[in-house]
């Protein structure tokens, strides 16, 4: 019995291959595991709920027909994912961050951005995109409009990115370490960076796992009672 934990997948029409190795992943991997953690960027972008298009529709009949409990936290792509979702995926929408206990160990979920503080441009971006009245006016457009704006969205972070050093765009390891102080947890697991790694973090005596993207690897974190493992394997 183990549980699972993937993030970044950025699932997206225009790279089926990704699609087709997380179709596999949950049906030789995931399926035999008894829970499931997304830990945010599961899709691209994500306009709402709404949004019918087939690509969405053949994702969320995947994911409905899963026969764990699962479990899914908002990434800077996917903020938009709501109850409606949730509700035909089976998925439990969880808050940023969740601290939970997993075989008697406190552990601490993230998608990540939020430790990336030296980022100041993002963190002002990020607290305007997670406050629910935006939200609520972004839903309110229609889907084009919607998709324009995060089209231009896209282009603006590409733009960011490439401009921002890249020490800058990695987690800032005092705040990992307030946070883990804070929370009084051994382990910190997220996403965001694109940084697989197992760290260890001996200010907070703890460690901190980062779950690699989805791009010619797929990475996944497995935990059970003896321990967990980070793990990746080749997409074609
Ligand atoms: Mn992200």
């Not at 229609?142 to 969205?153: G, N």
Request: hydrophobic residues 40%.
């Amino acid at each position: 019995m183990s549980y699972i934990f993937i993030s970044d997948l950025h699932l997206d029409e225009t790279r089926p291959d990704i699609t087709q190795a997380f179709l596999h992943f949950l049906e030789n991997t995931a399926v035999n595991a008894e829970r499931l953690y997304i830990l945010g960027d599961f899709f691209e972008v994500w306009l709402g709920d709404d949004d019918n298009s087939p690509f969405n529709q053949s994702i969320i009949s995947a994911l409905a027909s899963l026969p764990m409990p699962r479990f899914i936290m908002h990434g800077n792509r996917d903020f938009l994912i709501g109850q409606r979702f949730c509700e035909q995926t089976g998925f439990e929408l969880l808050t940023d961050p969740t601290r939970l206990t997993f075989f008697d160990r406190p552990v601490l979920l993230m998608h990540g951005d939020s430790l990336c503080t030296r980022d100041e441009e993002y963190m002002k971006v990020r607290a305007m995109a997670r406050y629910p009245d935006f939200k609520a006016e972004l839903l309110s457009k229609s889907l084009e409009e919607r998709a324009a704006i995060a089209a231009s969205a896209r282009t603006q972070s590409k733009d960011h990115t490439r401009e921002t050093a890249m020490d800058i765009m990695d987690v800032t390891p005092s705040e990992v370490v307030k946070v883990m102080r804070e929370q009084e947890v051994p382990l910190l697991i997220h996403g965001h960076t694109h940084r697989p790694q197992v760290h260890e973090v001996p200010e907070a005596r703890g460690q901190r796992v980062v779950l690699g993207d989805w791009n010619t690897k797929g990475w996944y974190l497995e935990m059970d009672k003896s321990g967990f493992s980070l793990q990746s394997f080749p997409i074609s």
